[in-house]
């Protein structure tokens, strides 16, 4: 039942996992967060919360990056990324579910990953059916839990122009 009402909860990250964004223009853009971040468009999914500094030597995983920006691509145009994380918890980690839009496939390691070694998400993103700029959302779910027994979920983004 638990798992049930997980995969739910994932399905719907999907339908938000495609989110369009306001066109800004390019020397706008960053690879990093904003240090203060526009309000959330009505409708949108909340984000994760962001760890605070000292949190970070407590973290489950470090991710490299968790923004990547593609700057514009040609509509119809594939790219590939990736995005690389340490595990620095205390115990091997093992991804369960990795969820993003129908535009976008994800391959990623389907084994534990033991403290202090690496995994990597290899993605593709195919423009062919996009026709504005676009944040999209991957959702990584692990097999390990939290202490109330919710699994852990990390998030991971890229963002666009479309050039038609």
Known sequence: MTRLLLLIQ???????A????KTTSPSSVSAS????????EVGAAPLPPQPSPGALANAFVQWDKKLIDLGTVKRGEKRSMF???TNTSGEGVQIDIVDACECT????????IQPGQKGRLNVTFDSTEKEKAETIRITVVFKNTHANGLPRIEVVEYQFDIEP
Not at 10 to 16: D, E, G, R
Not at 18 to 21: A, E, I, N
Not at 33 to 40: M, S, V
């Open 33 to 40: 967060p904003k240090a203060n971040p526009e309000p959330a």
């Open 105 to 112: 496939r994800v391959d990623y390691p389907r084994g534990v």
């Open 18 to 21: 495609c989110s369009p964004t």
């Open 10 to 16: 994932v399905s719907l990250l999907a339908l938000v």
């Open 83 to 85: 995005f690389e994380f």
